[in-house]
């Protein structure tokens, strides 16, 4: 019998190092990946043992960590959770960390490599390590403004501050309490997580940054600012048919519930732009050329990937355009073109400041514990894709959208708004999507917004221009 | 074994017992848990619990007994066997140890685990003694082969014909929970099944051996000799059908085939066990849920994340946080792996002692397999042989399963670690199944009739040994 027995004792000997060779596997080769799952709590929970920063809001905390008696010392929490959920995301022992939670780790956490230091003193003087504040650029009445109207819909709202660039609001719904998977109990955490998961859409995403749309008609904004640059005015006289024949094809263009434009089928750019007309702007972009339109679309900023405000933000694009009908759809904001509303929002503050893109920022300082500043953000200009001319060409324009066409449910007592409807087809069957991007005051602009309704079914004039309106009103009443 | 001086079974020197070197590996064995347990407080609690004292002295106190026992009535045992185990069971305290201070940490009022293993500990010492002083001569056993083998059917199908209210826990039927102890019949029935077979299969070997046809070079036994394998097959099917244990059923199926194998000297056994199995498994697939459950979850674990995958994907946390190193005793997370104490205790071994510290486990139980096996190729008698071959095997097999469960190389089958793992019955049982080898490899040292002369007065270069 001692044949077989070797044979057994090898084999045994061949399991086993099976067995080793599997755990050198995952401790040595996947250790890395394993450890970094955002699933893995561990290294979280590490963390749980120190006070992690705080996010700030115009002084008051919206992320924070409070001492408990339990296991883990420090709770987080999040005084008004669904109002900055969108941007600050969770900090959770079972899921990680998404948004700022997450972009901002090092920070937070304490971990960040200008913290160092600190980090070693703390060692010998037995002070407890702690994380550092990260300071917001948001307005609170704008954000409370920006969610109180989307309330019930799904959507999302950016207000910027057009000649800095800071982000004033930025709100996205449906929203979450993200005290909900912050605490303690995994079993409840878990659980809050199914409830907060279950609802569809998804609360967890940030409409604002996360996913792009099709802009519909805000996108004959870029449209005009083409022709502008190409030498037309806003008196320019351009043709607005009826129903337009795409070039090339029986297929045919009408305008928003097919209207006529002009009874002589033809009208003044300005007009076009105040009413919206879809075959005056599908013409122009056609008798335009992809080139400029692609390359206006591209100086604001459609197309440019890796945007991080810090959060990341989806690129926003005008899509593939292969033919002379595509382009009379792209020029109207339909076929490929999809935007995110940051975007769209950056578009209406480049046109307020005079042609000059500035960086869109989230964050106005990072902190160290001890209050000392480790970074503040300066302003930047981030492009400057039309004159000042045409930015007031423009802005006049925009002022007519708001104060006789389209938009004339944002109109504010007391000041000229400028601004731009927009009402996207998604496809057959499924509600529009409204939007709609301004500024004001249109002589001085101190705000620009821009509001997005997914499949609100109505208008951008009907549905998302009064939400701009409240938000800006906000904002001024909250200038005093 | 090198030269004829040192060799322990070399004419004219006396064979020397190692009752020394077991004593002194058994001192090392047990510094290492107190020292554990120790490092475990202060990293936790920060300082040395007061029952530290009782339990250094309870720890030693077992083994030194153990060991007084086994120079008293085996003293020509193999020196590791024992150490070995010393050294899994105190790792196995330290570590629900650890465990312990992490649920109350948490403030679970948790009944505490540690001292209630160490006390099934002692009971498995106690009955590791009375194995070896009541069988003074393993070949005994075979006498009592068929009343065993009764015993083992009586004790796996117990759980499956009480209510499940006493015999189910976490859709196992493998269970008696009778006045706060749970017990699992299944870990007793192994041992009494393996003594079976070995006197079975040294009874019937002959025949078993017989080939009728070759093959493609393997020589097949008559169809009416499948009838034993046959059975070993249905009654493994039986446990996974009534008691949903996919990992007795392996167990047993696989002890068995290979004791087979081993008792015949024919590789067709093997064959033909492991068509059985791939049959067998195939079947289960199909009809069982929960095989099938664990299948996929052993597949794509990170995809059942929210619900089966959980722990698996704990326990692969846990090791690949723990990296090369570990995290240090009480310096990770292993509670956060569900039932870190018994089926996943690996995984808090892997996260806190590194690879090193999992790789230094796996490899003392290698040892003492090979340890076992060696005796199996020592002792001169075939039931020993057989005997010896089967449990020794018996541990590989589990080992090689469950931590192959805890680590993603198989699915999980809900074994437990051997003394390393919580659990009264597995603990107390794998003390008999080492009781019985310590016994064996005595039989296998002991020169073979000390003090008859003629093996003096030979002088013979060689010895002559009937297998």
């Known amino acids: 019998m001692n044949a077989p027995l070797r044979r057994v004792a090898i084999s045994v000997l061949v399991l086993f190092t099976l067995l080793i060779v599997n755990v050198n596997i995952i401790q040595v080769v996947r250790s890395e990946s394993l450890r970094g799952d955002n699933r893995n709590t561990r290294v979280l929970a590490e963390t749980y043992d120190r006070e992690r920063g705080s996010i700030i809001v115009d002084g008051n905390e919206v992320a924070m960590s409070v001492p408990t008696d339990g296991r883990l010392t420090y709770l987080r929490t999040y005084p008004q959770g669904p109002l900055y959920a969108p941007i600050t995301g969770y900090h959770s022992l079972v899921y990680g960390n998404t948004y700022l939670e997450d972009v901002m780790d090092d920070v937070l956490s304490g971990e960040d490599d200008r913290l160092f230091v600190r980090r070693i003193a703390d060692l010998f003087t037995g002070r407890d390590p702690a994380g550092g504040d990260v300071v917001l650029t948001l307005d609170p009445d704008v954000q409370a403004a920006a969610m109180a109207g989307l309330d019930g819909l799904t959507g999302a709202v950016v207000a910027l501050d057009p000649a800095t660039g800071a982000i004033l609001g930025m709100a996205s719904t449906p929203t979450y309490d993200p005290g909900l998977v912050a605490g303690h109990d995994p079993e409840a955490i878990r659980q809050n997580m199914e409830q907060i998961t279950g609802s569809d859409p998804d609360p967890r995403v940030n409409r604002a940054i996360a996913d792009n749309y099709p802009p519909g008609s805000l996108f004959k904004v870029i449209t005009a600012a083409a022709a502008l640059q190409e030498g037309y005015t806003p008196e320019t006289v351009v043709p607005a048919v009826d129903l337009l024949t795409l070039p090339q094809t029986t297929q045919t263009l009408s305008n928003f519930n097919g209207s006529s434009c002009s009874s002589s089928q033809e009208q003044r750019l300005i007009d076009s732009l105040t009413i919206s007309c879809n075959t005056a702007f599908a013409q122009l972009g056609i008798d335009l050329g992809e080139e400029s339109i692609r390359e206006m679309a591209e100086a604001f900023g459609l197309d440019d990937e890796g945007q991080e405000i810090p959060l990341d933000v989806a690129p926003s694009t005008i899509g593939e355009i292969e033919s002379a009908a595509a382009l009379g759809q792209t020029s109207i904001g339909q076929r490929d073109v999809r935007m995110t509303v940051l975007q769209a929002a950056l578009v209406a503050a480049t046109v307020a400041n005079d042609g000059r893109q500035m960086r869109p920022y989230l964050i106005d300082e990072q902190r160290a514990p001890d209050l000392s500043v480790l970074e503040s953000t300066d302003p930047e200009v981030l492009r400057e894709p039309i004159s000042a001319e045409i930015a007031d060409q423009l802005t006049e324009m925009m002022v007519s959208v708001v104060a006789r066409g389209s938009g004339r449910a944002a109109r504010l007592p007391g000041m000229e708004v400028a601004g731009k409807t927009g009402t996207a087809q998604v496809r057959e069957g499924v509600p529009d999507h409204n939007w709609f991007m301004g500024f004001a005051p249109a002589d001085d602009p101190e705000i620009a917004v821009a509001v997005f309704v997914a499949n609100g079914g109505s208008t951008g004039g009907d549905l998302s221009a009064p939400i701009a309106r409240d938000v800006m009103a906000a904002y001024f009443e909250g200038q005093g | ?467």
């Open chain 2, 1 to 467: 074994m090198a030269g004829p001086v040192t060799d322990p079974r070399g004419p004219g020197a006396t064979t020397p017992t190692r009752r020394g070197t077991e004593a002194a590996l058994l001192a090392f064995a047990v510094l290492i848990t107190v020292v554990a347990q120790a490092i475990v407080d202060l990293t936790v609690t920060g300082s040395l619990r007061p029952e530290m004292a009782t339990f250094s002295a309870w720890i030693t106190v077992l083994w030194v007994v153990a060991h007084l026992v086994v120079r008293r009535w085996a003293s020509y045992a193999d020196p590791l066997l024992l150490p070995a185990v010393a050294l899994l069971v105190g790792l196995g305290l330290t570590v629900i140890h650890r465990l312990d201070l992490a649920s109350e940490r948490a403030g679970e009022v948790a009944r505490e685990d540690a001292p209630v293993q160490l006390v099934w500990a002692t009971l498995g010492v106690t009955l590791f003694v009375a194995v070896l002083v009541v069988v003074r001569d393993h070949r005994t056993l075979s006498r009592f082969a068929y009343t065993l083998a009764l015993l083992g059917i009586a004790l796996l199908a117990l759980p499956a014909v009480l209510p499940a209210s006493i015999s189910e826990v976490n859709g196992a039927k493998i269970w008696i929970r009778v006045a706060g102890f749970s017990i699992q019949p299944g870990e007793f029935a192994k041992i009494c099944l393996v003594v079976f077979f070995a006197a079975y299969l040294v009874d019937k070997r002959d025949v078993l051996a017989l080939a009728s046809k070759k093959v493609a070079g393997l020589e097949l036994p008559r169809g009416r000799d499948l009838g034993p394998v046959l059975l070993a097959w249905i009654l493994s099917i039986l446990v996974l059908v009534f008691e949903r244990d996919l990992g007795s059923s392996l167990l047993l199926f696989g002890i068995f085939v290979v004791m087979l194998y081993v008792a015949t000297e024919r590789a067709s056994w093997l064959f033909i066990g492991l068509a059985l199995f791939a049959g067998g498994a195939m079947i289960a697939y199909q009809i069982f849920a929960h095989v099938q459950a664990r299948v996929d979850t052993w597949l794509d674990p990170s995809a059942y994340y929210d619900g089966a995958g959980y722990q698996l994907m704990q326990s692969l946390f846990g090791l690949g946080t723990g990296g090369l190193f570990g995290a240090g005793l009480g310096g990770g997370r292993p509670d956060q792996v569900p039932v870190a104490k018994s089926d996943f205790i690996a995984a808090a071994v892997g996260e806190e002692l590194g690879l090193f510290g999992l790789v230094a486990v796996i490899v003392v139980y290698l040892i003492l397999v090979e340890r076992g096996l060696r005796t199996s190729l020592v002792v001169r008698d075939a039931f020993g042989k057989l005997l010896a071959a089967g449990l020794a095997f018996a541990i590989a097999w589990q080992v090689f399963v469950v931590l192959g469960g805890v680590t993603g190389l198989l699915p999980l089958t809900g074994l437990t670690t051997p003394f390393l793992a919580y659990g009264g019955s597995s603990l107390v049982a794998n003390f008999v199944l080492v009781a019985l080898l310590v016994r064996i490899s005595d039989a296998a040292r002991r020169p073979a009739t000390p003090h008859a002369p003629s093996m003096r007065l030979g002088d013979a270069p060689t010895e002559v040994v009937t297998p």
